[in-house]
């Protein structure tokens, strides 16, 4: 099975889906190559690409089965609406990034094998609806299970004041080390945007089983 996963981090959602299915062949893409290098040392049979998601998804999804996107969420997240909104001078506001809704249209009419996008709920009411688990919204051609994961953490703090103990819970939380991390991103901002591995896992599982199930399905019709 070909799994295109965009926007990857460190993986967080991918971390484990070795424990779903074997023989899965991984595409992750990731812009920043700082933690390109760091996906790729914690994955190292993915195929690992640096390069702009949104681009590489409209050149390639035809040669996947299956397609992950968590696009960038800052734009649209409650946080960060509170703070400039409340004319915090650390933080100005800008556009939503609709490229966001640009992928969910995109998928829905044009790729034939199952996807997922996920995002942060956001201060707004969303363009398209999606369900909400946990604090996510998650966009799909498949119904996401109503329970992902059954593991709670809650962040304290704030983006431009985390609490101090903060990293150390999230690195223990998701399974990281960003202690070697050398680029320009905020080691905490990072840590946040990633995904349960236990939600992926799940969102995976359920996908791999509606496949299985329409590939016996089809088998049997022509048996």
């Known amino acids: 099975m070909k799994i295109l996963n965009l926007y990857a981090c460190l993986g967080g959602n991918r971390y484990k889906w070795d424990e779903v299915a074997d023989n899965l062949e991984i595409t992750a893409v990731e812009l920043d190559p700082e933690l390109a290098r760091m996906y790729q040392e914690r994955f190292p049979n993915d195929t690992v690409i640096v390069a702009d998601a949104h681009q590489y998804l409209l050149d390639h999804y035809k040669e996947f ?18 703070h400039s909104s409340n004319y915090d001078t650390n933080t ?37 609806m999606g369900v909400k688990r946990n604090s996510h919204l998650y966009w799909s ?6 329970v992902l994961t059954e593991r709670v953490y809650k962040v304290s703090g704030s983006l431009n004041n985390p609490n101090n103990n903060e990293m150390k819970t999230l ?33 995976l599982e359920t996908a791999l089983g509606i496949i299985r199930k329409n590939d016996t399905t089809q088998t049997t019709m022509f048996d």
């Open 65 to 82: 089965d299956f397609i992950w996107s968590s696009p960038p969420c800052p734009s649209h997240s409650r946080a960060r609406f509170w």
């Open 171 to 203: 690195s223990k939380f998701h399974e990281i080390n960003l202690t070697n991390y050398k680029g320009t991103q905020s080691k905490n901002k990072i840590a946040r945007n990633l995904v349960d591995y236990e939600a992926g896992r799940t969102i």
């Open 92 to 128: 100005i506001p800008v556009y939503p990034d609709l490229k966001l809704y640009e992928e969910i249209l995109f998928l829905k009419h044009y790729f034939k094998g199952k996807w997922v996008v996920e995002n942060v709920t956001p201060y707004y009411e969303p363009l398209i």
């Open 141 to 146: 051609n498949f119904n996401i299970p109503s």
